[in-house]
């Protein structure tokens, strides 16, 4: 049976290699040349079908997956993972003109209040808008780097990402600064600029001082351990203090497990990404990818590394699976080779079977 299905695959090897090689026939090359570029090419794929196949079928692998681990106590948990806190404020540089807006309502005989004018007081401002855009991608970068936990803004950081993510914030805080300095430099210049700019919709009232103005940028970046549930130092009798210590650990519960489901979705979408991307052969229409296909995924097989707090089986195997199947694969190897696309997009596709059922 062995002996069997190694013929198969030399004889899909064999004809992939011809075929490829007959495709990309080099001008002037000879019979001796061609068949060294064959011996090469061939060489490449045994070596990556070997690499997606040495530890068997992702996804009956994955399944065989069934003793459930226990659940990690709070302190095993604590010591692998905190919680952080990000808060950026900023001036939105609009505000609504109520007069304007009762006009527009009187113009267009509508009750007044149905209509609501708001109005950019430095009109399109180049330094302001510098400062809201890079506030929106540190607040993106925030949520790739970190996990979920409470509705109040607190974030899971794992304590093997912490490093990581403490340069990468503390580098976007340097800079978010250094383009609020620019803005306010430039403010008073804006104010004389927006008057040509907004007319009769103009009122220098509305405008902060420099002073007040700077008070309205805050970056403020906070840790803070994970909070152990015998750690109550309240005086409520120990009956009501075992039923608080309850609550906290289902809460305690319900929030680990939505973060690790985050961590299972954000590698779902990413997956499903590339499988759709890779599904078509060079005989069809080519679907056209963008580099950040394979940057996506090879950012979620770290993640499912430094983010699995709870040491869980399943996605240390699926990462491991991802990372073998994944090394050394680039984007414009996808692009050009058939063969090589069809088997990982079969990976990803094994993978995306076996992954936990989160009503994706």
């Known amino acids: 049976m062995y002996e069997a299905t190694n013929q198969n695959v030399d004889q899909n ?15 002037g090359e000879t019979e001796a040349e061609r ?17 997606i196949t040495k530890a068997g079928d992702v996804s009956a692998t994955l399944t065989k997956y069934t003793p459930a681990a226990p659940a990690p106590s709070i302190s095993s948990i604590s010591s692998s993972a905190m919680l952080c806190e990000l808060s950026i404020s900023q001036w939105t540089g609009r505000k609504k003109d109520r007069r304007a807006s009762d006009e527009v309502a009187r113009d267009n005989r509508a ?13 399109d401002c180049a330094e302001l808008d510098a400062v809201q855009k890079l506030t929106g991608n540190i607040r993106n970068m925030h949520y790739s780097m970190t996990m979920p936990w409470s509705d109040t803004g607190m974030r899971l950081v794992p304590t093997a990402q912490y490093f990581k993510y403490h340069q990468q914030m503390t580098a976007l805080q340097t800079e978010w600064e250094d383009l609020v300095q620019s803005f306010l430099s430039a403010y008073d210049w804006e104010i004389s600029q927006s ?25 403020r970046l906070s840790y803070i351990p994970l909070p152990d549930a015998g750690d109550f130092r309240i005086d409520i009798g120990n009956e009501a203090m075992e039923q608080v ?5 289902d809460y305690y ?16 979408k990413a997956l499903s990404a590339m499988s759709d991307r890779l599904d078509y052969a060079d005989s069809g229409t080519k679907k056209v990818f963008r580099n950040s296909l394979v940057d996506n995924v090879l950012e979620m ?40 696309r069809r088997e990982t997009k ?8 076996a992954l936990p059922n989160l009503d994706m």
């Open 253 to 268: 519960s319900r929030q680990l497990t939505n973060a690790m489901n985050d961590v299972w979705q954000r590698t779902h």
């Open 35 to 51: 068949a060294a570029r064959a011996a090469q090419e061939k060489q490449r794929y045994l070596t990556h079908l070997e690499r």
């Open 346 to 353: 079969q990976v990803v596709d094994d993978v995306i079977a």
């Open 301 to 340: 097989i770290e993640l499912l590394d430094v983010c699995n707090v709870t040491g869980d089986s399943q996605m240390s195997a699926l990462r491991d699976k991802l990372d073998n199947s994944m090394r050394g694969i680039t984007p414009e190897a996808l692009r050009e080779d058939e063969y090589l």
């Open 111 to 123: 009750d007044v209040g149905v209509a609501s004018v708001n109005k950019k007081l430095l009109g």
């Open 195 to 219: 008057q040509v700019k907004l007319g009769d919709l103009f009122d220098r009232d509305e405008y902060p001082t420099v002073s007040a103005l700077t008070n309205k940028f805050a970056f």
């Open 13 to 27: 090897v064999d004809q992939n290699v011809d075929q490829n090689v007959d495709q990309n026939v080099e001008q």
């Open 245 to 249: 210590r309850s609550h906290y650990e």
